[in-house]
């Protein structure tokens, strides 16, 4: 079975880059890899998907590696508000198969003062 | 611009009660997909529905239903309860797939069920 791996806990100091690291053990050339996180208590929040080339947005980078099953999320600043649960998950796009999303078990991001 | 908002927030059933809950997506959003979260198995499909049609449906038994309606909005209705259904439940919109595949999904708050 297809695994995706994400160490379960990481600390980052404030102000400083917090880099989140994904492993794919199979990933196919149409699979998007997406990041949600997760503050507690509340519904997962979009924040970064690609699909070959590295991807930047308002709240954080994506580096996807060339054979595409290494993926790492980089929050450029952490602040306290960025203490969540991180979520790496590949989806089919909507071309393929039905929409849905399957999320492994995250990695919890403590961003300390 | 609306959210996805989630009815009710929090809800407290006791064993073999059924309950509805219900999903209101953003506008203009016609998939509507439903997640089961618990401490011990993460985040986990139910459904989704696009169009008033289900399309694909996870790995839970056939007390977890659900429907949508023609202006988008869903509800789902988990029928002879039991404790382990207590969970949060979070439901997403998303609009029709781009031909660039990329399509983000909205959750919404979710409805935390407590079954006693």
């Known amino acids: 079975d297809a695994k995706t791996t994400q160490p379960p806990s990481m600390d980052c100091a404030e102000g400083r880059a917090a880099n989140l690291p994904c492993n794919h053990s199979?990933?196919?050339?149409?699979?998007?890899v997406y990041w949600y996180r997760q503050i507690h208590s509340q519904g997962p929040q979009y924040i970064i998907h690609g699909l070959k080339n590295n991807e930047t947005n308002e709240m954080a980078s994506l580096i996807i590696t060339e054979d595409r099953k290494s993926s790492t999320l980089i929050l450029p600043h952490a602040t306290l508000r960025d203490t969540a649960v991180y979520y790496c998950i590949k989806k089919i796009p909507p071309l393929g198969s039905a929409r849905q999303l399957t999320f492994g078990s995250g990695t919890q991001l403590t961003v300390l003062p | 611009k609306a959210g996805v908002t989630q009815t009710p927030r929090y809800l407290i059933k006791t064993r073999g009660q059924q309950v509805t809950l219900s999903c209101s997506p953003i506008s203009g959003h016609r998939s509507v997909s439903w997640y089961q979260q618990t401490p011990g198995q993460g985040l986990q499909f139910l459904f989704e529905?696009?169009?008033?049609?289900?399309?694909n449906k996870g790995n839970f038994p056939g007390r977890f239903s659900g429907r949508q309606f023609s202006n988008s909005r869903s509800e789902m209705n988990v029928s002879t309860l039991e404790l382990g259904d207590s969970a949060l439940y979070l439901c997403?919109?998303?609009?029709?797939?781009?031909?660039?595949?990329?399509?983000?999904?909205?959750f919404g708050a979710g409805s935390r069920l407590t079954v006693l």
């Open positions: 997403a919109s998303s609009r029709q797939g781009a031909l660039t595949g990329a399509n983000v999904l909205t």
């Open positions: 199979t990933i196919s050339g149409n699979e998007y």
């Open positions: 529905y696009f169009s008033e049609t289900q399309r």
